[in-house]
């Protein structure tokens, strides 16, 4: 499978934004569908995690409250909304797909395919 991400750009703090992450090539079915993101010289970070198929989805405490995962299944594609976006927010986000569920969803090493990163910086 194909990702490609989307919806980057910049914002001041307090602001929106939505990513969307499109696959190609197949249709996702049981996979985990996830975003991480990363600032230069940390780790890739996760961000929130959904299995296709309905019943879990997950955020890190830094997102949660004021991020949002959904997906749209005619389009193959998930999205997440940020909300009342802060400074800290400000990395390169990345989709990532595995074909099932894991309960370390978390883990970056975990995910077998990679959208492109996406900007997302948050400043006045």
């Known amino acids: 499978v194909q990702l490609q991400a989307y919806g980057g750009g910049f914002v001041q703090p307090g602001g929106s934004l939505g990513l969307s992450c499109e696959a190609s090539g197949r249709t996702f079915s049981s996979d985990a569908v996830a975003w991480f993101r990363q600032t230069p010289g940390k780790e890739r970070e996760f961000v929130a995690a959904m299995r296709w198929s309905g019943g879990a989805t997950r955020y890190s405490n830094s997102v949660r409250g004021r991020f949002t995962l959904s997906r749209d299944v005619a389009k193959n594609t998930v999205v997440l909304q940020m909300n009342s976006l802060t400074p800290e927010d400000t990395a390169v986000y990345y989709c990532?797909?595995?074909?099932?569920?894991?309960?370390?969803?978390?883990?970056?090493?975990?995910?077998?395919?990679w959208g492109q990163g996406t900007q997302v910086t948050v400043s006045s």
């Open positions: 990532a797909a595995r074909l099932h569920w894991i309960t370390s969803y978390y883990d970056p090493k975990n995910y077998n395919y």
